[in-house]
């Protein structure tokens, strides 16, 4: 007898779960709270490059809101461009993302690590763009990748590089 409660209990715990709705997400998908590009302006800083084949460069990438308060969640989304060939950067092996709230005027960065290919070297990817995208939005940005070729792991479309976690800039 006691097992009809239960189980009326149970259907309805689980129908009030999938009922609820953080309001955190559209009818996209996407995440209403998320920073997005436009919204925040992205800039390519002075890189430390890489010299010379087999060296470890590091890009650093800044962003800083420019709307309402936003949220970076997750990491950012790189890929490198030669021509017709597109290689996604991976995130940094072992590297954890905080939940980041960025008011207006508030800053954040992030780095992409590569190691430098020999020109001409058939595994490697002479990138000439890069695009970012911010995590939980669609929207990229592109800028000129001025950096040298980028060695791959085996294959062009397996780049040496990965993207850093978002860190607080500022006070």
Excluded: H
Excluded at 128 to 156: C, E, H, I, R
């Amino acid at each position: 007898m006691r097992a009809i409660p239960l189980t009326v209990t149970a259907l309805a715990a689980a129908l009030a779960l999938t009922a609820c709705d953080d309001g955190n997400a559209g009818s996209s998908g996407k995440n209403s709270s998320a920073c997005e590009i436009g919204k925040v302006s992205v800039q390519v800083g002075s890189a430390s490059v890489a010299p010379a084949a087999g060296d470890t460069g590091e890009v650093p990438v800044s962003l800083t809101n420019q709307s309402a308060p936003c949220t970076l969640d997750g990491f950012a989304g790189v890929t490198l461009k030669a021509g017709g060939t597109s290689a996604t950067v991976p995130t940094q092996s072992g590297a954890k993302s905080d939940k980041l709230k960025l008011a207006k005027g508030d800053s954040a960065t992030f780095s992409i690590t590569y190691v430098r290919a020999k020109d001409g070297d058939k595994a490697s990817l002479a990138a000439t763009s890069m695009t970012v995208s911010l995590p939980g939005n669609d929207a990229t940005q592109s800028f000129p990748w001025k950096y040298g070729p980028v060695a791959g792991k085996g294959s062009a479309d397996k780049p040496n590089a990965t993207v850093g976690a978002f860190q607080q800039a500022g006070d």
